[in-house]
């Protein structure tokens, strides 16, 4: 049985539109990503799980608005172990933390990344950080892709924890992104509106999937900054939260993000190739060209819904590439809708 804290206080989550139908213990392991299902399965049985005060099966299947009540697990005494790895930190105060991560950096241990996480980074940096998440989740609210770089907000009590699970749960956080796409959209600003779900047999992507168990609504409007011959630059506002939305959903319309290994095929990419300039040529991009430029929230302490905007600056790889770019190409005119 997962050991309960009697300590923490009960967290409630609504069913929202995306997430009708799901199954109870499948919708606890989305909210609780560090504890498996069979784990989850046992503490429904027990009763420690209620849907609108009523506890029911793990295959209860949820309706929409319902409240799905559970006591915060317990934490075990393992957890990341402390790193002395140097942060980027853009805000902190009692309740919580942005920071500014590294492309390359993973989130929380995983099979192959044990070491150099964000996590073991955060342990040795903090003294308090939220156990809502789970034991080797300390602090982590939502998450960024290893390769993706910019603001991810970190809860230092499991309330802020709470609070600021709600919101991106609801929708409320804006977040906005910059990306460099291979191809040119066509628009000057479009939405893209197509549900997500595991790739029927590629196991580390996920695919445009209507219809599957696993596929969930997901929706992403773009704005094209800059046009140059052959790729553009873009802010992409992502409003759900699926697993690679922007990366899938921009190579959806054939315009997938510069150097996504995943989507694009391709790991790296030279000025030259993109502008067909030899002199551009050894100015190498090897990175997901993908960065967290923006997030605005409410503090999760404020009475009065204050709201918080971090701003990551882009980093120095990716302002290189934009400025050669734009040195050996003039930028292309739009195209309106």
Same mark, same amino acid.
């Given at each position: 049985m997962v050991e309960l804290s009697s300590e923490s206080a009960p967290v409630q989550l609504r069913v929202e539109a995306d997430q009708v139908g799901m199954r109870l213990d499948?919708?606890? @392991?989305?909210?609780? =990503?560090?504890?498996?299902?069979?784990?989850?399965?046992?503490?429904?049985?027990?009763?420690?799980? +209620?849907? !609108?005060?009523?506890?029911?099966?793990?295959?209860?299947?949820?309706?929409?608005q319902q409240v799905v009540t559970f006591q915060l697990p317990g934490v075990p005494p393992a957890g990341p172990r402390p790193e002395n790895i140097p942060l980027d930190i853009l805000y902190e105060d009692e309740a919580m933390v942005a920071i500014n991560k590294a492309s390359g950096m993973?989130?929380? =241990?995983?099979?192959?990344?044990?070491?150099?996480?964000?996590?073991?980074?955060?342990?040795?940096?903090?003294?308090?950080?939220?156990?809502?998440?789970?034991?080797?989740?300390?602090?982590?609210?939502?998450r960024l892709d290893r390769e993706t770089s910019g603001v991810i907000v970190i809860a230092k009590t499991d309330a802020a924890h709470m609070r600021l699970?709600? +919101?991106?749960?609801?929708?409320?956080?804006?977040? &906005?992104?910059?990306?460099?796409?291979?191809?040119?959209? !066509?628009? !000057?600003?479009? &939405?893209?509106?197509?549900?997500?779900? @595991?790739?029927?047999?590629?196991?580390?992507?996920?695919a445009i999937r209507a219809g599957h168990e696993?596929?969930? +609504?997901?929706?992403?409007?773009?704005?094209? +900054?800059?046009?140059?011959q052959r790729c553009a630059m873009l802010k992409a506002l992502p409003h759900t939260g699926r697993t690679h939305q922007i990366r899938v959903h921009l190579a959806h319309v054939g315009c997938p993000v510069l150097c996504d290994r995943l989507y694009s095929g391709r790991s790296q990419v030279t000025v030259g190739e993109l502008t067909g300039s030899p002199a551009a040529e050894d100015l190498?991009?090897?990175?997901?060209?993908?960065?967290?430029?923006r997030l605005r929230i409410r503090h999760p302490q404020s009475e009065h819904g204050e709201e918080l905007e971090f701003v990551a600056p882009l980093p120095s790889e990716l302002t290189q590439f934009v400025e050669a770019l734009r040195h050996d190409t003039p930028p292309r005119g739009a195209t309106r809708r």
């Amino acid at each position: 049985m997962v050991e309960l804290s009697s300590e923490s206080a009960p967290v409630q989550l609504r069913v929202e539109a995306d997430q009708v139908g799901m199954r109870l213990d499948a919708f606890l @392991v989305a909210h609780l =990503p560090a504890y498996s299902r069979s784990q989850i399965c046992r503490a429904v049985q027990a009763g420690q799980v +209620q849907v !609108d005060g009523v506890v029911h099966r793990p295959a209860c299947r949820l309706k929409l608005q319902q409240v799905v009540t559970f006591q915060l697990p317990g934490v075990p005494p393992a957890g990341p172990r402390p790193e002395n790895i140097p942060l980027d930190i853009l805000y902190e105060d009692e309740a919580m933390v942005a920071i500014n991560k590294a492309s390359g950096m993973v989130v929380h =241990p995983a099979k192959g990344h044990w070491s150099g996480t964000l996590t073991a980074a955060l342990a040795h940096h903090f003294d308090r950080l939220s156990q809502a998440g789970g034991p080797t989740r300390p602090g982590i609210v939502h998450r960024l892709d290893r390769e993706t770089s910019g603001v991810i907000v970190i809860a230092k009590t499991d309330a802020a924890h709470m609070r600021l699970a709600e +919101q991106f749960a609801a929708r409320t956080v804006h977040k &906005e992104y910059f990306a460099i796409v291979q191809g040119v959209p !066509d628009r !000057d600003r479009d &939405e893209i509106d197509q549900p997500i779900g @595991v790739h029927p047999y590629h196991r580390e992507r996920m695919a445009i999937r209507a219809g599957h168990e696993t596929s969930r +609504q997901a929706r992403t409007v773009y704005e094209v +900054q800059e046009r140059w011959q052959r790729c553009a630059m873009l802010k992409a506002l992502p409003h759900t939260g699926r697993t690679h939305q922007i990366r899938v959903h921009l190579a959806h319309v054939g315009c997938p993000v510069l150097c996504d290994r995943l989507y694009s095929g391709r790991s790296q990419v030279t000025v030259g190739e993109l502008t067909g300039s030899p002199a551009a040529e050894d100015l190498h991009l090897r990175r997901l060209a993908l960065h967290a430029h923006r997030l605005r929230i409410r503090h999760p302490q404020s009475e009065h819904g204050e709201e918080l905007e971090f701003v990551a600056p882009l980093p120095s790889e990716l302002t290189q590439f934009v400025e050669a770019l734009r040195h050996d190409t003039p930028p292309r005119g739009a195209t309106r809708r």
